[in-house]
T-cell receptor, first 112, second 114 residues
Framework: DAKTTQPTSMDCAEGRAANLPCNHS???????VYWYRQIHSQGPQYIIH???NNETNEMASLIITEDRKSSTLILPHATLRDTAVYYC?????????????FGSGTQLTVLP | SAVISQKPSRDICQRGTSLTIQCQVD?????MFWYRQQPGQSLTLIAT?????????ESGFVIDKFPISRPNLTFSTLTVSNMSPEDSSIYLC???????????FGPGTRLTVL
């Protein structure tokens, strides 16, 4: 069973920030939140991950709520090339549960 | 991150035949994974392949249908056996990064079975 809930689709204007929400209310204390994206029919691309602190890298920022039951991926200045399916995944760092379990994801469409 | 290549990138096959997909990584990795993505669907893990041991298959996938080899730390193959049109999918390999904290994916192999 999927451990995360994401909206099916979202639109964002080019140049604006894209905020993609994810609910993971049953997350365990040692589980991380991961974000991947898949541009049409390509292999998924790693974006960012975090445990409880907010994280930022060259691609995006990850904001995790204090109770860790939800998070938001922020693409600060969306471009047309950011159009993709974005997957929020909860993953354990060890054992058999360290595998990635993909849900349905959010189809983000960046509009010109 | 790891650079991963897959061969072939795509193929069209006849029912009842088999296809072997290759996955090559530019560095030594312990854990490799094979996924399937059926048309319009999300990714589903087929099996985990560790060097020197038998692959571990997920529920719904069996070795006779999807035999996997892992001869060394940079290479793996997945065979799709006795294919039917329902096997038409994108097949992806992925590897766990050196720190063990994430996975990187290959470009995928698009398989069409007629």
């Amino acid at each position: 069973d999927a451990k995360t809930t994401q909206p099916t689709s979202m639109d964002c204007a080019e140049g604006r920030a894209a905020n993609l929400p994810c609910n993971h209310s049953t997350i365990s204390g040692n589980e991380y939140v991961y974000w991947y994206r898949q541009i049409h029919s390509q292999g998924p691309q790693y974006i960012i991950h975090g445990l409880k602190n907010n994280e930022t890298n060259e691609m995006a920022s990850l904001i995790i709520t204090e109770d860790r039951k939800s998070s938001t991926l922020i693409l600060p200045h969306a471009t047309l090339r950011d159009t993709a399916v974005y997957y929020c995944i909860v993953r354990s760092p060890s054992g058999s549960a360290r595998q990635l379990t993909f849900g349905s994801g959010t189809q983000l469409t960046v509009l010109p | 991150s790891a650079v991963i290549s897959q061969k072939p990138s795509r193929d069209i096959c006849q029912r009842g035949t088999s296809l072997t997909i290759q996955c090559q990584v530019d560095s030594q990795v312990t854990m490799m994974f094979w996924y399937r993505q059926q048309p319009g669907q999300s990714l589903t893990l087929i099996a985990t392949a560790n060097q020197g041991s038998e692959a571990t298959y997920e529920s719904g996938f069996v070795i006779d249908k999807f035999p996997i080899s892992r001869p060394n730390l940079t290479f793996s193959t997945l065979t799709v056996s006795n294919m039917s049109p329902e096997d038409s999918s994108i097949y992806l390999c992925s590897v766990e990064g050196q720190l063990g904290d994430t996975q990187y994916f290959g470009p995928g192999t698009r398989l069409t079975v007629l």
